[in-house]
């Protein structure tokens, strides 16, 4: 096993584009660390000069303490999962889980030990004989994280595993990545566009947009205190909700239409007093007011999608559309109004110009 450092890791292609700007963080040894971001973000170049597949144009990579940027990917101890499972269609499982051990010159007892340890992990002891075309996307992406598995790396990267799965095989493999990272203990880094993926898998993520890294911590961190706006709109389905406008003292929201709603309980420092804001407020801390509860605004129902244990409302509060969370119950149909409060104690203020969080 083995930490990964980036040191000002810069990535620009030949036609100047800069797909990684200084990126800086490190990944201790035994961390399931994920990448999140948009499509172009630069998530997936971070990994490929982790595997040596990208030149590093800038600053210094170490994996397990030692300086990779001029090591051979084969040299570099580190075992990669592709989004299109990259397996061998006429080798069987067994073929396609030994054929790497088999170039790396291990023994015939040696590999078949780690194929067959793999195969119990990852349940598919019964499959070793089938074909990949005989298999479903779930089974072959085991295989793809078997594959991996029997190299024993210091380093698993895994770049978007799960996008070629439904969502029902999505979950399910999803808690196999999980449950095997909790049983090897071996550093992972792992790369996805969902925020779902990466919320419930990632110890830490790094949020990446445009190729700068926006914030690194826990997921609940992330979630609760984001760094910019950003994170906080990248982060939570369905995203939070932003209200533009001026804060009053009171503490008061003064919107652009002049309509000004009182925030008693918000955490506003009294120097913030006539400042432009963005204020964010996530779907489950806006609700319908309750019996003999006074409305700080009356919004108009737009749209009730009920998805099980909980219905997403959208809304409108004059030009600015919102949504919330709520747990099933009766609603105004489309088109009526419906009174509503907030909780001002987990508003979230930005600065209007940088986006920044106050």
Known sequence: MADVRFDAVRKVYDNGQVAVHGASFGIADGELMVLVGPSGCGKSTLLRMVAGLEEITGGTLSIGGRVVNDVAPKDRDIAMVFQSYALYPHMTVAENLAFGLKLRGHGKAEVARRVRAAADMLGLAGMLDKLP???????????????????????????????????????????????????????M??????????????????????????????????????????????????????????????????LRNDRVLALDGAAVAREWAGREVAVGVRPEHLQPAGEGEAALFVATVEGIEPVGNEIFVNVMLDDAPLVMRVAPRPLPPVGGELPLVLRADKLHFFDAATGVRL
């Not at 792992?190 to 779902?196: A, G, N, R």
């Not at 961190?221 to 369905?238: I, M």
């Open 133 to 187: 075309r005989a298999m479903s996307g779930g089974q072959r992406q085991r295989v793809a994280l078997g594959r991996a598995l029997v190299r024993e790396p210091a380093v698993f990267l895994l770049d978007e595993p799960l996008s070629n799965l439904d969502a029902k095989l999505r979950h399910s493999v999803r808690a196999e990545i999980a449950q095997l990272h909790r049983t090897l203990g071996t550093t």
């Open 189 to 254: 880094i792992y790369v996805t566009h969902d925020q779902v993926e990466a919320m419930t898998l990632g110890q830490r993520i790094v949020v990446l947009n445009e190729g700068v890294v926006q914030q690194i911590d826990t997921p609940m961190a992330l979630y609760e205190r984001p760094a910019n706006l950003f994170v906080a709109g990248f982060l939570g389905s369905p995203a939070m909700n932003v209200l533009h406008g001026r804060l009053l003292d009171g503490p008061r929201l003064q």
